[in-house]
């Protein structure tokens, strides 16, 4: 099995910045993909990005592209999620996920792991 931990949300101000954090534990080797979720009240969890292999491969939704990256630290087990230019409607919870094989679905049930989730609430 594999553990997954979310860190970083909070409460920030549109246009601020903010990062998460998506430690893994466990099984690790078994993980090659990663990837962010998101979900706001009354909607469906979304893609955001995800981050496949020694991050040489990643693909974003365009509704966060050019804002948001990801990138991975193999040593640490540890997703990131750098978040700029945040806007309101990025309010959600974001949920790290992870799976075994290589390549970035967009599909939620691709991803055989989850994390509980971490709160980003931005005000306008």
């Known amino acids: 099995q594999v553990q997954l931990v979310e860190s970083g949300g909070g409460l920030v101000q549109a246009g601020d910045s903010l990062r998460l954090s998506c430690a893994a534990s466990?099984?690790?080797?078994?993980?090659?993909?990663m990837a962010w979720f998101r979900q706001a009240p009354g909607k469906e969890r979304e893609f955001v990005g995800g981050?496949?292999?020694?991050?040489?491969?990643?693909y974003y939704a365009d509704s966060v592209k050019g804002r948001f990256t990801i990138s991975r630290d193999y040593a640490k087990n540890t997703v990131y999620l750098q978040m700029n230019s945040l806007k309101p409607e990025d309010t959600a919870t974001y949920y790290c996920?992870?799976?075994?094989?290589?390549?970035?679905?967009?599909?939620?049930?691709?991803?055989?792991?989850w994390g509980q989730g971490t709160q980003v609430t931005v005000s306008s």
């Open positions: 466990g099984r690790t080797f078994s993980v090659n993909a």
């Open positions: 996920a992870a799976k075994p094989t290589y390549g970035i679905p967009t599909m939620r049930n691709e991803y055989p792991y």
């Open positions: 981050i496949a292999g020694r991050g040489v491969s990643t």
